[in-house]
C-alpha cells in the first residue's frame, strides 16, 4: 500500500490550498482515507476523513464550513479543499488509510509523506 500526497505550499491567510492523496494498493477493500496535521510543537490531529466505499466522510470542529474532502471517480486519489486558510492551520499535513471506516488516528496504518501547509501573510 502506498500514498503519495502534494498540494501543500504556502498562502496567505483567507486564501485556499488543494492537497491531493494517491493511494495504490488496496486490491480487496476499498479503505477509509484521513487527512492528519501536526503543527510544530504539537500533537498529530484528525481533519478529516472519507470511506471510499459509501463516500461518508468527517470533519473535525476547528475546519467544518472550510475544508471539504472528496474522491475521484476512480477512487484512487482523494483531496481536500481547503479554503478561507487560517494561520493556525500552518501543519505538515499527512494522508493515511485504514481498511475500516474509522475516525481515530490509531486505526490508520498507512501513511502517505508529509506535505507542508504554511499560512501566512
Known amino acids: 500500500v502506498q500514498l503519495q500526497a502534494s498540494g501543500g505550499g504556502l498562502v496567505q491567510p483567507g486564501g485556499s490550498l488543494t492537497l491531493s492523496c494517491v493511494v495504490s494498493g488496496f486490491t480487496l477493500n476499498r479503505p477509509a482515507v484521513g487527512w492528519f496535521r501536526q503543527a510544530p510543537g504539537k500533537e498529530r490531529e484528525g481533519v478529516s476523513c472519507?470511506?471510499?466505499?459509501?463516500?461518508?466522510?468527517h470533519y473535525a470542529d476547528a475546519v467544518k464550513g472550510r475544508l471539504t474532502i472528496s474522491r475521484d471517480n476512480a477512487k484512487t486519489s482523494v483531496s481536500l479543499q481547503m479554503n478561507s486558510l487560517k494561520p493556525d492551520d500552518t501543519a505538515v499535513y499527512y494522508c493515511?488509510?485504514?481498511?475500516?471506516?474509522?475516525?481515530?488516528?490509531?486505526?490508520?496504518?498507512?501513511w502517505g509523506q508529509g506535505t507542508q501547509v504554511t499560512v501566512s501573510s
Open positions: 472519507l470511506s471510499t466505499w459509501n463516500d461518508i466522510t
Open positions: 493515511a488509510a485504514s481498511p475500516l471506516w474509522s475516525r481515530a488516528l490509531d486505526q490508520y496504518n498507512f
